[in-house]
């Protein structure tokens, strides 16, 4: 069993910064992929980014590439996530995921068996 704890959400204005954590419990096995994944009221969950637990390939949504970047402490069993240059359009719930994803399946939300209760992250204009 594996349990997640996102940190770091808040409020931060248009063009500011914020970080985000997910504190990770439990076994991770090195084919597991750490997701973040976000979703704004009445949209689709959108992948945001993800990283392999055994490497350092990332991957990341097209709206924040460039902008975030994704990151993990193994010793730590932590991932992060540094969000840059907000816009409104990064409001949302931001969830950690993680599970053995296959690459194809990175963006996929339902490929990832394990999931975070989420953080608020609001950006004022």
């Not at 975030?68 to 996530?81: E, P």
């Not at 240059?85 to 719930?93: F, G, K, M, R, Y």
């Not at 068996?113 to 953080?119: A, E, F, L, V």
């Amino acid at each position: 069993q594996v349990q997640l704890a996102e940190s770091g959400g808040g409020l931060v204005q248009a063009g500011g910064s914020l970080s985000l954590s997910c504190a990770v419990s439990g076994s991770i096995y090195n084919n597991y992929v750490m997701g973040w994944f976000r979703q704004a009221p009445g949209k689709e969950r959108e992948f945001v980014a993800a990283i392999r637990w055994s490497s350092s390939t990332t991957f990341y949504g097209d709206s924040v590439k460039g902008r975030f970047t994704i990151s993990r402490d193994n010793a730590k069993n932590t991932v992060y996530l540094q969000m840059n240059s907000l816009n409104s359009e990064d409001t949302a719930v931001y969830y950690c995921a993680t599970g053995p994803v296959s690459t194809m399946s990175i963006k996929s939300h339902s490929a990832y068996r394990y999931w975070g209760q989420g953080t608020q992250v609001t950006v004022s204009s």
